[in-house]
């Protein structure tokens, strides 16, 4: 059976800076989400679902790399059409 890639990151990669500190949470991380399909994101603490979601969600902004919803790349859209477009898409 065939499943539609609904959202995809590739070669994704996220650090928070904390003080001196820099956290990295994903590093070139590469991860598909299909549709039809059971997904269960299971992981130790602190090692990035959260982060991962919510650059599905595009509540964060990656450092490095590509993400894309339902096909459409968007780290280059700005707040308003990405709101827009993932609304007006269907």
Do not use: H, W
Request: aromatic share 12%; net charge positive; proline share 2%.
């Amino acid at each position: 059976m065939t499943y539609k890639i609904i959202a995809q990151v590739i070669k994704i990669s996220k650090t928070y800076t904390t003080g001196d500190a820099m956290i990295t949470s994903l590093e070139r991380f590469i991860f598909d989400l299909n549709f039809g399909g059971l997904t269960l994101i299971i992981s130790p603490l602190a090692s990035g679902k959260t982060t991962l979601l919510s650059l599905f969600g595009y509540v964060i902004y990656p450092c490095f790399g590509e993400v894309f919803i339902d096909g459409v790349k968007i780290n280059d859209l700005s707040k308003y059409k990405l709101l827009i477009g993932l609304m007006c898409n269907k």
